[in-house]
T-cell receptor, first 115, second 112 residues
């Protein structure tokens, strides 16, 4: 267990409302990632962070923003949720102690439903 | 980022060896090859990683030919609990951004 948690684990919200998902790690990993997983698409990278206040876009970043104000927390925000953002969201971490970032440790996931 | 191609699904029986091959024709010099396993309702779990030749750990072996344009994940004597989705990924070196691309993976079904 790499010490990574996600909150909330489940959320149902309405179209147009803002939503923030939190990823918290206790292992001092440098890199943090947000993915979404949908049937038929596997996992797709939304945004990632390579340090405090250093973030970049992934392949499906439209409609999402992120923030990382401290090493242990990486927040994913949907400014105005849409039904197309109904998905399972996974956070991942890597790069502890200079180790290979290719070995990512995943959180338990957040199931988000936008009605 | 190098694109990977792997079979959508495979079937096997308990006790057999399973080999899943991944094609990555555009792999770059500094790319590593990594395999993940995902069970339903869980996040992916790292299995093995390699750069060239053969890598073995307690779970699997990874075979990478000299041209590195493909790789094969070998699972010895599978059991029903090995039923999962297996992802092959190719990623840049540690000096770059750390971005990885997951494809659709290979769904392995192990039958009794």
């Amino acid at each position: 267990d790499a010490g990574i948690t996600q909150s909330p684990r489940h959320k149902v919200t309405e179209t147009g409302t803002p939503v923030t998902l939190r990823c918290h790690q206790t292992e001092n990993h440098r890199y943090m990632y947000w993915y979404r997983q949908d049937p038929g698409h596997g996992l797709r990278l939304i945004h990632y962070s390579y340090g405090v206040k250093d973030t970049d876009k992934g392949e499906v970043s439209d409609g999402y923003s992120v923030s990382r104000s401290k090493t242990e927390d990486f927040l994913l925000t949907l400014e105005s949720a849409t039904s197309s953002q109904t998905s399972v969201y996974f956070c991942a971490i890597s790069g502890q102690g200079g180790g290979s970032y290719n070995e990512q440790f995943f959180g338990p996931g957040t199931r988000l439903t936008v009605l | 980022l190098a694109k990977t191609t792997q079979p959508i699904s495979m079937d096997s029986y308990e006790g057999q060896e399973v080999n899943i091959t991944c094609s990555h024709n555009n792999i770059a010099t500094n790319d590593y090859i990594t395999w993940y396993q995902q069970f339903p309702s869980q996040g992916p779990r790292f299995i093995i990683q390699g750069y060239k030749t053969k890598v073995t750990n307690e779970v699997a072996s990874l075979f990478i030919p000299a041209d590195r344009k493909s790789s094969t994940l070998s699972l010895p004597r599978v059991s029903l609990s090995d039923t999962a989705v297996y992802y092959c990924l190719v990623g840049e070196s540690p000096s770059n951004t750390g971005k990885l691309i997951f494809g659709q993976g290979t769904t392995l079904q192990v039958k009794p």
